[in-house]
């Protein structure tokens, strides 16, 4: 089975800061790497796909990137609505998910 | 639009079953993979189970392997899970999620808890 390790599993950062989260995987998985955003009592919400590529109608402050099996998560410019809990997933063989990022307003 | 619904949660015994159902429209259901994926309470995402297109392909997590069964009813555009001899930490709230190689529509859960 493939392991996702994220980190932080939290964060306190302000509001107009860059933020970067990181998710290591335990193997190759090329780029099936997405990332997620979650808001108490919300379902997840899909941000990044194929490690890089920006879902329909998110804002480009959200990025990600790729290097070896290391994948980040970048919030150039933090917003008031962007205080939540992040994911990762591996989507190479079945799937399985990082342990979560809390971002919280310091 | 893409709605999915999820159905069928509730309170169960320990060793008891309970079935999920996950009601689909606003897109060809019979053309997407489909997966469920639960989150115990205060807890992160556990990808539970996985089935291709045609219900030819199943994946399940070690967690719940031997003891759930996923499956889908194309002409119905329905999901569902068979949940057997559950156990306390099989409580959490289960999503219906679509799956175009990422987790692009998720439903918004029913919540299985399992207690006596």
């Known amino acids: 089975d493939i392991q996702m390790t994220q980190s932080p599993s939290s964060l306190s950062a302000s509001v107009g800061d860059r933020v970067t989260i990181t998710c290591r995987a335990s193997?190759?998985?090329?780029?099936?790497l997405n990332w997620y955003q979650q808001k108490p009592g919300e379902a997840p919400k899909l941000l990044i796909y194929?490690?890089?590529s920006l879902q329909s109608g998110v804002p480009s402050r959200f990025s990600g990137s790729v290097s070896g099996t290391d994948f980040t998560l970048t919030i150039s410019s933090l917003q008031p609505e962007d205080f939540a809990t992040y994911y990762c997933?591996?989507?190479?063989?079945?799937?399985?998910f990082g342990q979560g990022t809390k971002l919280e307003i310091k | 639009e893409v709605q999915l619904v999820e159905s069928g949660g509730g309170l169960v015994q320990p060793g008891g079953s309970l079935r999920l159902s996950c009601a689909a429209s606003?897109?060809?259901?019979?053309?997407?993979?489909m997966n469920w994926v639960r989150q115990a309470p205060g807890k992160g995402l556990e990808w539970v189970s996985y089935?291709?297109?045609?219900?030819?392909?199943?994946y399940y997590a070690d967690s719940v392997k031997g003891r759930f069964t996923i499956s889908r009813d194309n002409a119905k555009n329905s999901l569902y899970l068979q949940m057997n001899s559950l156990r306390d930490e099989d409580t959490a709230v289960y999503y219906c999620?679509?799956?175009?190689?990422?987790?692009?529509?998720w439903g918004q859960g029913t919540l299985v808890t399992v207690s006596s």
């Open positions: 999620v679509r799956e175009e190689t990422y987790f692009d529509y």
């Open positions: 606003g897109f060809t259901f019979s053309s997407y993979a």
């Open positions: 089935i291709s297109s045609s219900s030819g392909t199943r």
């Open positions: 193997q190759n998985i090329n780029t099936y």
């Open positions: 194929s490690a890089s």
């Open positions: 997933q591996q989507s190479y063989s079945s799937s399985s």
